[in-house]
């Protein structure tokens, strides 16, 4: 079996706060190891070591970006073995797994040199608080974007030939399933498609979608029935048995970007800034929802009006990542001072505990 090796987001700064899909992201794995006590500069750093040691014994491999530090983990799940590995440092909130879930907290308290923090505990808890109040600055920000991306919509909304807009949807679950059903109950794993980080949107669409047979790219304008036509793709799915992975908006998570349907080797997404891809190998096509459902001359006709849209609403968008990457330099004073106080060995000595578990399984 050829290896698989999958980046995703199951966690996402958003217009509605910090949201996240880790009961549908971990559904159906047996175990969880949960790493907790400490910040995510201990934690990651060991989820990397683990995932990349481990991956030389497994085929299926699937990192868990995180959406506050670019290049740092949230988890890593081995999904042969039925397997993840957790951060569970705040602001990861943990509620009860779902039934058949083992889950394992490792607390890493004792890896880190208490009498070492303990001159730094008023500083540690206003660190706590400032990351807590520019967390919360940008989430207000993306709100006001969210509400700003409305009115954007809304000449386009006005402008829709839903009929034909129905029509394109009919024609793609007819490309996608024709007249097949699977005799199976689908599973459905939602998460995000990208992630707003410190450093602005990140996807990791094409990676998802290079080893499919064909992919879907929807453009566009907001408003002409993207993420419409995705949910009832996915409700058909779900009706036929296909398992199906459903990837959501990282400002709205109320909204669909992609989705994937593993069974078929077939994807289909939203293919509009700031995820804006263009077909490169020949077995990809274009969707054009503007093309085929928007009446001619909206663009122009609505010329100035959408231009300030658009310049408020990337206003919006600067101020909401500048408050992320205000709280990212918080949190990196807070790591790298768990990083100076961690005990290596320690770690080292966790790390190789879980791994020896993961070993015996595989």
């Known amino acids: 079996m050829a290896k698989q090796v999958r980046h995703i987001y199951a966690a ?21 190891y949960i790493l907790s006590g400490v910040v995510e500069g201990v934690t990651s750093p060991l989820i990397e070591a683990i995932g990349k040691e481990m991956s030389r014994k497994t085929n299926q491999v699937e990192w ?13 799940v081995f999904h042969e073995w039925r397997v993840a590995i957790m951060d569970g440092s705040y602001p990861r909130i943990w509620r009860p797994a779902a039934p058949g879930v083992t889950e394992i907290q490792v607390n890493l308290q004792t890896a880190v040199g208490i009498e070492q923090l303990a ?15 520019k967390s919360e600055a940008a989430y207000q920000s993306f709100g006001e974007a969210l509400r700003i991306h409305d009115e954007w919509e809304a000449p386009y909304i006005e402008n829709l030939n839903r009929e034909e807009a129905n029509r394109v949807t009919e024609e793609v679950i007819a490309l996608f399933f024709g007249e097949e059903k699977l005799g199976k109950k689908a599973r459905v794993r939602r998460m995000y498609l990208g992630a707003a980080t410190p450093h602005g949107p990140v996807d990791h669409i094409m990676k998802l979608t ?40 990282g400002l709205d998570p109320h909204s669909l970007d992609m989705v994937i349907v593993p069974e078929k080797g077939l994807a289909i997404f939203d293919s509009t800034a700031p995820h804006e891809y263009f077909p490169s190998k020949e077995t990809d096509e274009v969707i054009d929802m503007y093309t085929r459902a928007i009446a001619p001359g909206t663009d122009e006709k609505y010329q100035e009006e959408l231009a ?35 005990d290596q060995s320690r770690l080292k000595a966790v790390a190789q505990a879980i791994m020896s578990r993961l070993a015996r399984m595989g």
């Open 12 to 32: 996402g700064n958003t217009a509605r706060g910090y949201k996240t899909f880790y009961d549908s992201v971990l559904q159906g794995l047996e175990r969880v």
């Open 64 to 76: 868990i970006h995180s959406p506050f530090v670019n290049g740092q983990y949230d988890g890593v």
């Open 119 to 133: 001159p730094y505990k008023k500083q540690i808890a206003a660190w706590y608080e400032e990351i807590f109040a």
């Open 210 to 249: 290079d080893s499919l047979q064909k992919r879907y790219f929807i453009k566009g304008r907001p408003g002409s029935g993207k993420s419409t036509m995705l949910k009832k793709l996915v409700v058909e799915a779900e009706n036929r048995g296909y398992d199906v992975e459903v990837y959501h908006c």
């Open 308 to 342: 300030d849209i658009k310049a408020r609403y990337t206003q919006k968008i600067k101020e909401a990542t500048a408050s992320l990457l205000a709280a990212k330099e918080l949190r990196d004073q807070l790591n790298n001072l768990y990083s100076e106080a961690a």
